[in-house]
Nanobody, 124 residues
């Protein structure tokens, strides 16, 4: 089993930045694909970003391209999401997810492990 704990959320003004972190425990996730998803009130959960096991491939939702960057530190068993130029529309609970091989999640949300989420609120 893998436990994921997100941190770094908070309240920020539009145009500001936040860095979300996701710490994995229980086993190393160095061979896992990792993803970030978000869910705004009254909306379905949506894909934000994903990274493959060796950081060679990264995927982003169109609405965050150029603003968000996903990265991983396998020595620390963590994955991060640097969010710049935040907009009020980015307000949501952000979730970290882990997908072990054989991979089936990527942008679909079909991940085996999920964190509890961290709230991001962007004020206008």
């Amino acid at each position: 089993q893998v436990q994921l704990v997100e941190s770094g959320g908070g309240l920020v003004q539009a145009g500001g930045s936040l860095r979300l972190s996701c710490a994995a425990s229980g086993r190393t996730v160095s061979s896992y694909a990792m993803g970030w998803f978000r869910q705004a009130p009254g909306k379905e959960r949506e894909f934000v970003a994903a990274i493959n096991w060796n950081s060679v491939n990264k995927w982003y939702a169109d609405f965050v391209k150029g603003r968000f960057t996903i990265s991983r530190d396998d020595a620390k068993n963590t994955v991060s999401l640097q969010m710049n130029r935040l907009e009020p529309e980015d307000t949501a609970v952000y979730y970290c997810a882990a997908d072990p091989p054989p991979y089936k999640g990527w942008t679909s949300g079909n991940y085996d492990y999920w964190g509890q989420g961290t709230q991001v609120t962007v004020s206008s």
